[in-house]
């Protein structure tokens, strides 16, 4: 579920920037303002993260899509070690298959330069401010994550902020570092170009970023108002992360109801 969902991303995140920036397609010529097709990238790619979130499969393995997602779930005490090392490979397995699925079936449109299999790098201004904006987005999304899935008044929209974020944050923060939060998705798009510069960023800062965020979290409210790994847990689905903890507090219990 978890490398189908990515996986699906990644067809979509290939198919649209195909559309919107090969330069011999109809939408490029009509839309010539860089910013204006970013933002119609960030809202589909929103869309696309929200479908996926909300699907049956996303609502069953929590949506985490991310293996930065997961280590900081691990890390809250939330996943298992076992099941955090499934979820990471096979978040890397969904990522490189999207992108390769997609290279056949696009062909040379997709290895063209300006989409280039959808690879994040480093923008114009260098690997310092790349690094240092993947840090910040990546520790923003898990923030509006623990916020909103741990207040029980706003826990089914989760998935919604979500999305919400990765469009703002493809519109706007892309030029900086590609916008990736996510060491799966990088890698996944980096393998099929045989080759990305600065993929480091993208192993390192997510990760960081979304552990510092935690950290921020539980300080303020405690580790106790960590209720699950799920992205949207008001659903009917069996939560494997919930059964796997004997500890369930009164405020999990309201959050699943």
Same mark, same amino acid.
Not at 202 to 207: D, E, N
């Given at each position: ?28 010529? =009509? ?88 690879? /994040? ?29 741990? /207040? ?5 929209? /989760? ?44 192993? =390192? ?22 209720? *699950? ?12 992360? *919930? ?15």
């Amino acid at each position: 579920m978890e490398a189908a969902g990515l996986g699906l991303f990644m067809v979509a995140a290939c198919s649209f920037a195909t559309i919107l920036e090969f330069p011999g397609s109809r939408a490029r010529l =009509v839309l010539p303002d860089p910013m204006v097709r970013r933002a119609l990238m960030g809202l589909m790619m929103g869309l696309t993260a929200t479908v996926l979130i909300y699907s049956r499969w996303g609502m069953r393995s929590g949506a985490h899509f991310n293996p930065a997602v997961t280590l900081t779930f691990w890390r809250l005490g939330r996943v298992a070690p076992v099941d955090a090392a499934f979820y990471a490979l096979a978040q890397f397995a969904g990522a490189y298959a999207g992108v390769a699925l997609m290279a056949v079936v696009l062909g040379p449109p997709l290895a063209n330069p300006p989409v280039r299999f959808v690879v /994040t790098a480093p923008g114009g201004h260098g690997t310092l401010v790349a690094f240092v904006a993947e840090l910040a987005i990546s520790g923003g999304l898990m923030l509006a994550v623990l916020l909103f899935s741990n /207040t029980p008044r706003l826990a089914r929209l /989760t998935g919604v902020a979500a999305a919400t974020l990765v469009e703002l944050y493809i519109g706007f923060e892309a030029p900086l570092s590609g916008m990736s939060m996510n060491p799966a998705r990088s890698a996944g798009s980096a393998w099929a170009a045989h080759g990305a510069p600065g993929q480091w960023i993208y192993f =390192v800062a997510p990760p960081l970023g979304m552990l510092l965020a935690a950290e921020l979290y539980v300080r303020a409210r405690g580790a106790e108002h960590v209720f *699950c790994a799920k992205l949207h847990h008001d659903n009917p689905t069996r939560c494997i992360f *919930c059964e796997s903890r004997r500890d369930s507090s009164p405020e999990e219990r309201h959050v699943q109801s």
